[in-house]
């Protein structure tokens, strides 16, 4: 499976943006996917997972309330929205892929990844 993100750019704080994940094969549809994050200098972090229905979704601590992980799989494509941007958001985002039924926030447990997408967020 091939995952291109999409929709990064250059926002002010406070503002919003909504990511895109596009995957070549309908067998997404029945993926976790994960958003993971890497800002210069720093590991690669998870953000926000959803299981395939949709129904489950997990993010992290500082994203909560902020970011919404949503998915449409008659279009094999999931989103981030994110709102209230803050300048530690900045960072090169990546969509990722697994098998399975659980949400995992560790890098290792993906399968397959996106290439990653920019977000600049400017004070």
């Known amino acids: 499976v091939q995952l291109q993100a999409s929709g990064g750019g250059l926002v002010q704080a406070g503002g919003s943006l909504r990511l895109s994940c596009a995957a070549s094969?309908?067998?997404?549809?029945?993926?976790?996917v994960g958003w993971f994050r890497q800002a210069p200098g720093n590991e690669r972090e998870f953000v926000a997972g959803?299981?395939?229905?949709?129904?489950?979704?997990v993010y992290a601590e500082d994203v909560k309330g902020r970011f919404t992980i949503s998915r449409d799989n008659a279009k094999s494509t999931v989103y981030l929205q994110m709102n209230s941007l803050k300048p530690e958001d900045t960072a090169v985002y990546y969509c990722?892929?697994?098998?399975?039924?659980?949400?995992?926030?560790?890098?290792?447990?993906?399968?397959?990844w996106g290439q990653g997408t920019q977000v600049t967020v400017s004070s």
């Open positions: 959803i299981n395939w229905s949709g129904n489950s979704r």
């Open positions: 094969e309908r067998t997404f549809s029945s993926s976790v």
């Open positions: 990722a892929g697994r098998s399975g039924v659980y949400i995992r926030t560790r890098i290792s447990e993906y399968d397959y």
